[in-house]
T-cell receptor
Framework: GAVVSQHPSRVICKSGTSVKIECRSL??????MFWYRQFPKKSLMLMAT?????????EQGVEKDKFLINHASLTLSTLTVTSAHPEDSSFYIC?????????????FGPGTRLTVL | AQRVTQPEKLLSVFKGAPVELKCNYSYSGSPELFWYVQYSRQRLQLLLRHISRESIKGFTADLNKGETSFHLKKPFAQEEDSAMYYCALRAGAQKLVFGQGTRLTINP
């Protein structure tokens, strides 16, 4: 199956700093990527949908100026958490869809654990 | 509004016993439902989708529109089935709405 990677897998930062998380599709072109946030023992909450070359679509309640998403190529989307605060600490997961799949199956990355001190 | 409910956060059964993980949904449109599984220290992966009507690793799930349910079943549980299971609903063209997940533990 298709492989999605995320970098870094784990990051610790100070409050007020910005953190960038990368999501890459390794062996396919991802027309659409999704960013999720997962709290401990909770479900995945969709934050935004990212289409290559266009602005991301954010879910209700997600601050677009706080969580900047860039999908500059068909294999890379980035999520930047700006001016991070401890409440932003979470597990961030991306997924990707390839245009060649009629099922639109989402392939998930391994996730990035963000800890804001 | 779209919603997926998995009433059991934890489920523990003995090896060889039948397993049923419950999933109920709320969606005004024509639903497309999935089960995802996350084994320990691994990423989330698709287990099965209702439109395929397939059995994967011995698991099956039938969409019941009358009861708005999509329960996951396996007649004989195996230890390697221990994992976190998420039911998901496709709302719109691509967006997935996930349930809260059920942690399944198979006891030897």
């Amino acid at each position: 199956g298709a492989v999605v990677s995320q970098h870094p897998s784990r990051v610790i930062c100070k409050s007020g700093t910005s953190v960038k998380i990368e999501c890459r599709s390794l062996d396919f072109q991802a027309t659409t990527m999704f960013w999720y946030r997962q709290f401990p023992k909770k479900s995945l909450m969709l934050m935004a949908t990212s289409n290559e070359g266009s602005k991301a679509t954010y879910e209700q309640g997600v601050e677009k100026d706080k969580f900047l998403i860039n999908h500059a190529s068909l294999t890379l989307s980035t999520l930047t958490v700006t001016s991070a605060h401890p409440e932003d600490s979470s597990f961030y997961i991306c997924s990707a869809i390839t245009s060649g799949d009629s099922y639109n199956e989402q392939f998930f990355g391994p996730g990035t654990r963000l800890t804001v001190l | 509004a779209q919603r997926v409910t998995q009433p059991e956060k934890l489920l523990s059964v003995f090896k060889g016993a039948p397993v049923e993980l419950k999933c109920n949904y709320s969606y005004s449109g024509s639903p497309e439902l999935f089960w995802y599984v996350q084994y320990s220290r691994q990423r989330l992966q698709l287990l099965l989708r209702h439109i395929s009507r397939e059995s994967i690793k011995g698991f099956t799930a039938d969409l019941n529109k009358g009861e708005t349910s999509f329960h996951l079943k396996k007649p004989f549980a195996q230890e390697e089935d221990s994992a976190m299971y998420y039911c998901a609903l496709r709302a719109g063209a691509q967006k997935l709405v996930f349930g809260q997940g059920t942690r399944l533990t198979i006891n030897p």
